[in-house]
């Protein structure tokens, strides 16, 4: 007997970092302790991670990054669910019904084993994986890889296997840190800040951070974001001296990619440039590090070293625009399987 897959919808995975529940110490202990605990985000032996973790980071980070949680929560929720939820549906819509799309967070829920879990039960077995993540790097886009695959294939462990008989066909988008798209959408989006506040004295572009150590061993991040950045910048028009990059969200003693982001805002302040107009671009929805870290905390770094005003560019979120892009890469990268339908 055989199965139509041609009658089926192609399943679209719109793979995401995560969110809390609630902006609540209480909630975020699980958050933090899951994302913590993942290899390719903190990969120190874990007899010597692990006691750090449950000993000193989750009896303090978590009331800590409540505190912050709550500067940026919307009475909906939090912003990066709403951004999610309004990008799966507006992705749906441009696809049509022959797309089954679905939200996956690599950290907290709707987790991505849920997501295929999902899509298995609806009786798809063709899944596109899209990440959020524009740039590609082993702590991010290779955990989502990571995720994706176990759910695929079944939980294995040392004392129980679950190894599934049947597994979907499963195509995942590439980084698109250079995708013409993806650049034209940051433009817009820069743009129409500027048209509303007015021309800066420099535009920052910052992502967020991973240790050096990473690269050294190979990841491509730092490649990829300085591409983005150049290649925006010249979208944009800027002269070499009209803009700045750097990484943000340092964590631990550990060197991580430089120049730092909050660096960057001290100097500019210190050497009388006024107005700053900032976009994180290795963002696809606005979270807490954009929200708190570069709206609020960088923004009031900025003023306290001499600066008077950082303007925060919203992420992509669920621009029009922007979701016209994920559709049509998403399209693309399963040309065949729609050829074929």
């Known amino acids: 007997m055989t199965t139509n897959t041609k009658s089926r919808p192609v399943g679209v995975l719109l793979a995401q970092l995560g969110t809390p529940e609630a902006p609540t110490a209480r909630a975020l202990r699980p958050y933090l302790r899951q994302f913590l605990s993942d290899p390719r985000v903190v990969d120190l032996n874990p007899f010597r991670w692990w006691p750090i973790l449950y000993l000193l980071v989750l009896t ?13 929560w919307q009475p909906q929720g939090s912003p990066l669910m709403l951004h999610s939820q309004r990008q799966v549906a507006g992705v749906q819509e441009r696809l049509g019904d022959g797309f089954r799309v ?8 709707p987790s991505i084993e849920a997501a295929m879990k999902s899509l298995r039960e609806e009786g798809i077995d063709r899944i596109v994986v899209f990440s959020m993540f524009p740039q590609f790097s082993c702590a991010t886009t290779g955990s989502v890889y990571d995720a994706v695959y176990r759910a695929a294939q079944g939980r294995v462990c040392p004392f129980f296997q679950d190894r599934r008989r049947s597994m979907p066909a499963i195509h995942i988008v590439p980084p698109y840190y250079d995708d013409p798209a993806y650049i034209d959408c940051l433009k817009q989006r820069m743009l129409e800040e500027v048209a509303q506040t007015g021309e800066p004295d420099r535009y920052l572009i910052t992502f967020h951070g991973i240790p050096k150590r ?6 491509p991040y730092r490649a990829q974001c300085e591409t983005t950045a150049h290649l925006l910048a010249v979208a944009l028009g800027l002269e070499a001296d009209r803009w700045i990059s750097g990484f943000q969200s340092r964590f631990g003693k550990e060197e991580w990619l430089q120049p730092y982001t909050e660096d960057l805002l001290s100097e500019l302040g210190r050497r009388g440039v006024d107005e700053v107009v900032a976009t994180c671009a290795g963002f696809t929805a606005d979270c807490l590090e954009t929200l708190d870290e570069i709206g609020n905390e960088g923004a ?35 040309g065949a399987w729609c050829a074929d339908d």
């Open 214 to 219: 990473f690269v050294d061993e190979g990841d």
């Open 60 to 72: 303090r980070r978590p009331a800590r990054s409540a505190r912050l949680y709550k500067r940026i």
């Open 300 to 334: 009031t770094q900025f003023v306290e070293a001499g600066g008077k005003k950082l303007t925060l560019v919203p992420c992509l979120n669920d621009h029009p625009a922007w979701l016209d892009a994920i559709a049509a890469m998403v399209k693309r990268e399963s």
């Open 102 to 109: 679905i939200l996956g967070m690599r950290y907290g829920e």
